[in-house]
């Protein structure tokens, strides 16, 4: 959702070797034609060359029959109001970061009287989001289409609350089924897929408290006060 900025490194040779967007290793060894996996906080990264124009990723998301209606699509997302249900009362600041075009979390949990903000680039573009601190923030199949992680985590993390909660929703790759064909790998807006490695990369390295890790489901915590550097 932040701008793509260029991260490439040279090899010995001059070549051009892509760094890993979220932790800025060089990229070595590709899992399939698309993808690479990094050695250091084993996310699975495509490669620049096949990211999707922003008139291309909008296409693709004006293809989803997401309805706020529609009841399978209101318990595929439950995991993420339930979260917030149980940690916050409606008196709360929540954000819900790609929103997309149809926010059926935020659209149960405002019904309900919660206090959420929308964002998404496509479908509610205003960044006002930027100018509130939160209690708390989710994203719900959004992470996997970041171009700049490290750039998104840090920004939403700056946005949160001290003890304030960072809640996801993303699938993980385990390693059960090639990924070559797995279909969360084949969504040509996919650009960093996470494993249970990546997820506690983040948790160590911006800082966080890993509160709960499921296959689809990830709950972080920031620190309740800044930790004085020594």
């Given at each position: 959702m932040l701008g793509i900025r260029q991260s490439f490194?040279?090899?010995?040779?001059?070549?051009?070797?892509?760094?890993?967007t979220l932790c800025e290793a060089p990229l070595l060894e590709r899992v399939d034609d698309v993808f690479y996996v990094c050695l250091t906080c084993?996310?699975?990264?495509?490669?620049?060359?096949?990211?999707?124009?922003?008139?291309?990723e909008r296409?693709?998301?004006?293809?989803?029959?997401?309805?706020?209606?529609?009841?399978?699509?209101?318990?595929?997302?439950?995991?993420?109001?339930?979260a917030v249900q149980r940690y916050y009362s409606p008196g709360?600041?929540?954000?819900?970061?790609?929103?997309?075009?149809?926010?059926?979390?935020?659209?149960?949990?405002?019904?309900m009287n919660y206090d959420v903000k929308l964002y998404d680039p496509f479908f509610y573009p205003d960044r006002s989001y930027?100018?509130?601190?939160?209690?708390?923030?989710?994203?719900?199949?959004?992470?996997?289409?970041?171009?700049?992680?490290?750039?998104?985590?840090?920004?939403?993390?700056?946005?949160?609350?001290p003890g304030g909660r960072l809640i996801m929703m993303t699938q993980l790759y385990d390693g059960s089924y090639p990924f070559e064909r797995w279909h969360y790998r084949?969504?040509?807006?996919?650009?960093?897929?996470?494993?249970?490695?990546t997820v506690h990369y983040i948790t160590e390295r911006f800082g966080l408290s890993l509160e709960r890790l499921e296959k689809r489901?990830?709950?972080?915590?920031?620190?309740?006060?800044?930790?004085?550097?020594?």
């Open positions: 490194v040279r090899d010995m040779y001059g070549r051009r070797i892509m760094r890993c084993g996310g699975m990264v495509k490669d620049r060359e096949h990211y999707l124009s922003a008139e291309g296409e693709e998301y004006e293809k989803h029959e997401n309805d706020i209606n529609d009841g399978a699509y209101q318990a595929f997302t439950n995991p993420i109001r339930e709360s600041l929540g954000l819900d970061y790609g929103c997309g075009k149809a926010p059926v979390i935020s659209g149960m949990l405002q019904a930027s100018g509130f601190s939160y209690d708390y923030i989710f994203c719900c199949e959004v992470f996997e289409h970041f171009h700049e992680p490290k750039r998104e985590l840090e920004a939403l993390i700056g946005l949160l609350k084949r969504d040509p807006t996919h650009v960093f897929i996470a494993t249970a490695e489901l990830i709950i972080w915590r920031k620190a309740s006060m800044a930790v004085r550097s020594r």
